[in-house]
Each structure stands twice: as structure tokens, then as C-alpha cells.
């Protein structure tokens, strides 16, 4: 069945460590987004790719990295850079003229 | 500068009666607005959406009403059951620009007591 699949559900990583975040959908969706969500807040976009081999930053896109290579996956990196990288992270993908998103289950980053 | 706004952080409903989210937005392009449910440690899930040219729409138990005029979405859950129970954001859609971007609220935390 169709879907959006996030690996793993928990990750632990050690202070100045790069992370990368699975995300991959079987929807056929061209849009694909990544958000982070902490505690009382809303979620906030880092980046989005609208087409493969193309993405743009979003909101809050400093100590990150994307791909999209293929148009299944959209792995994030979180970079060392990143100062407070301990969040949930989510997953989303739409098809590109419609407006809902699908969200991935998510990954809880901790970093120590 | 929060351009969507959930002031309610929680509510408790009593189940049966009827639960009334609300938010506020200050961006006068957002012309899409969408109500997304999302359990704890799980991503959200799409509940239902209005264009800025309804003021009304509704779904089985879910209705989302929008006054454009005081830039002001509710939705509205009746009757309220306690596997409602969860945090609810509203979320927007500018009608330009480059991506559908969605904005989202703070979230409210609804409980729906048995």
C-alpha cells in the first residue's frame, strides 16, 4: 500500500556527529518536504524539492543538507553545524499542483 | 512574527459535546487552509481543508468554518469521541509563490474526556 516511510524511529547521535534521516514515499508525489517539530510549536519547514534534482531551503535551512536524486527519496543530513538538532522530524510529500501534504511517522532525533 | 496563530495551547471537551478549535491568521495572501490531527510520536494526518472562496466546509463530523474578514478559521468536531484526542494545527497556503508552502499554527491540544 501507498505510503510515506521515515527510518528510524529513534536516533541517537553523539555532539558533532552528521546524521542523515531516511524518508521515502511510493505515492508518486514530485513534492517532498522536510520539517522538524519542538515541544509547544508548530512545524517549521527546512527544505523542499518540488522536482528531482531540485530543491530549495526553507525557513529554517542552516546545519542542513538535502538530496533528491530519485524521485522516491529525500534523505536529510543534519550537519554538525546544526546547534540544536535534538527534535522530530517530519517527512512530507504532495503531488505538486494539489495543496494537502502527507506526512511521513516521523524520527525523533536526540543528540548528546 | 507567527503568521498563523492557535492561542489556545488546550481544551477539554466532555465526549458527546461539541469541540471548537480556533485560529487566527495574519497573512492576507493565505487562500487555502487545512486542519491537520497528529497523535504523539506520529506525523500528522491531513483532516480536512477550505478555499478562501467557501466559508464553509464539512466532512462527516468535521466542519471548518472561515470568516476572511477577521482572517479568523474554526473547526469544529461533533460529537466529540475520546479517540479525537490529540494536538490540532491549523495550517495555510499563500496563493503565490513558488512552492506550496504551508504555515503552520502552534497546535492546540484537545482531550476529549470519557
Known amino acids: 500500500d501507498g505510503g510515506i516511510t521515515q527510518s528510524p524511529k529513534y536516533l541517537f547521535r553523539k555532539e558533532g556527529q552528521n546524521v542523515t534521516l531516511s524518508c521515502e514515499q511510493n505515492?508518486?508525489?514530485?513534492?517532498m518536504y522536510w520539517y522538524r517539530q519542538d515541544p509547544g510549536q508548530g512545524l517549521r519547514l527546512i527544505y523542499y524539492?518540488?522536482?528531482?534534482?531540485?530543491?530549495q531551503k526553507g525557513d529554517i535551512a542552516e546545519g542542513y543538507s538535502v538530496s533528491r536524486e530519485k524521485k522516491e527519496s529525500f534523505p536529510l543530513t543534519v550537519t554538525s553545524a546544526q546547534k540544536n538538532p535534538t527534535a522530530f522530524y517530519l517527512c512530507?510529500?504532495?503531488?505538486?499542483?494539489?495543496?494537502?501534504?502527507?506526512f511521513g511517522p516521523g524520527t525523533r532525533l536526540t543528540v548528546t | 512574527d507567527q503568521q498563523v496563530k492557535q492561542n489556545s495551547p488546550s481544551l477539554s471537551v466532555q465526549e458527546g459535546r461539541i469541540s471548537i478549535l480556533n485560529c487566527d491568521y495574519t497573512?492576507?495572501?493565505?487562500?487555502?487552509f487545512l486542519w491537520y490531527k497528529k497523535y504523539p510520536a506520529e506525523g500528522p494526518t491531513f483532516l480536512i481543508s477550505?478555499?478562501?472562496?467557501?466559508d464553509k466546509n464539512e466532512d462527516g463530523r468535521f466542519t471548518v468554518f472561515l470568516n476572511k474578514s477577521a482572517k479568523h478559521l474554526s473547526l469544529h468536531i461533533v460529537p466529540s469521541q475520546p479517540g479525537d484526542s490529540a494536538v490540532y494545527f491549523c495550517?495555510?497556503?499563500?496563493?503565490?509563490?513558488?512552492?506550496?508552502?504551508?504555515?503552520f499554527g502552534s497546535g492546540t491540544q484537545l482531550t476529549v474526556l470519557p
Open positions: 512530507a510529500s504532495s503531488i505538486s499542483q494539489t495543496n494537502e501534504q502527507y
Open positions: 505515492l508518486n508525489h514530485d513534492a
Open positions: 524539492s518540488q522536482i528531482v534534482n531540485d530543491f
Open positions: 497573512n492576507s495572501m493565505f487562500d487555502y
Open positions: 477550505i478555499s478562501s472562496i467557501k
Open positions: 495550517a495555510a497556503i499563500p496563493s503565490s509563490g513558488s512552492a506550496r508552502q504551508l504555515t
